[in-house]
DNA sequence: TTGACATATTCCTATATGGGAATATATTAA
DNA sequence: TTAATATATTCCCATATAGGAATATGTCAA
């Protein structure tokens, strides 16, 4: 079996770093896909092809106005990732309290 | 050019549902390779693969014990995740509060 | 040393990219 | 209608999978 398709889930979607780029310029406004180009050093077909994945994986939403094509964030559709690594929070909350713990140690033995 | 490497950050390692399964699992403690694979419904190789790309970005660290490989989730490598989800957290909110406000105003129309 | 156990690696293959180039489609303006 | 603008799609290709099967490596016990 080959990798999942980009367009199976976020996850997948987001892993892309020009498409977290696309996600971030969006995230101030809606914007066109002109903008979007302008934006990023990346050719027209190219972001044309981004926003199709991130639209199959509904992570944008789209609006027309005449020749242009207005794109908006779901934010919503990114709310699975950050529920899932919400999980490991505690653990690197405990981690940086234990290298803390250490370091304090530490400078209690040699003033 | 093809799609980035599994391996290429934590980003794509993640993307890959089995993966996240393992670390889910690691979440709770260290646990051997032979644990992971009697947990998952996945086969041994399969398994070491993907800790493989695991520990390739760092989101896993392993330990020796006789013939045993105890594998740890690295929290910390989950972080920048979280952060990234982080910054839409506040527009899924106010797209939260503007669906409720909506609500609301419905409910006050038809008593 | 030999065998058993635990884990990792290699080889194979179908599949899905992402970019570049070229082209198609849609909409407005003249 | 025709030209121009805005965006999407198609074709091509190098590359990287993920799983299955087989095998290799490492470590302990007898």
Not at 57 to 86: C, D, Q
């Amino acid at each position: 079996m080959a990798r999942a398709a980009t367009t199976s889930d976020a996850f997948n979607a987001v892993a892309e770093p020009r498409r977290r780029h696309i996600l971030n310029y969006l995230a101030m406004r809606e914007r066109s896909v002109t903008e979007i180009v302008d934006a990023m050093a990346i050719e027209q077909p190219s972001v044309s092809k981004h926003l199709k994945v991130l639209k199959g994986v509904g992570l944008v939403e789209v609006r027309r106005e005449g020749r242009k094509m207005f794109y908006t964030v779901n934010a919503n559709a990114i709310r699975p990732l950050h529920e899932w690594t919400s999980t490991f929070e505690r653990l690197w909350k405990h981690q940086l309290l234990r290298i803390k713990e250490r370091a304090e140690a530490n400078d209690a033995q040699k003033p």
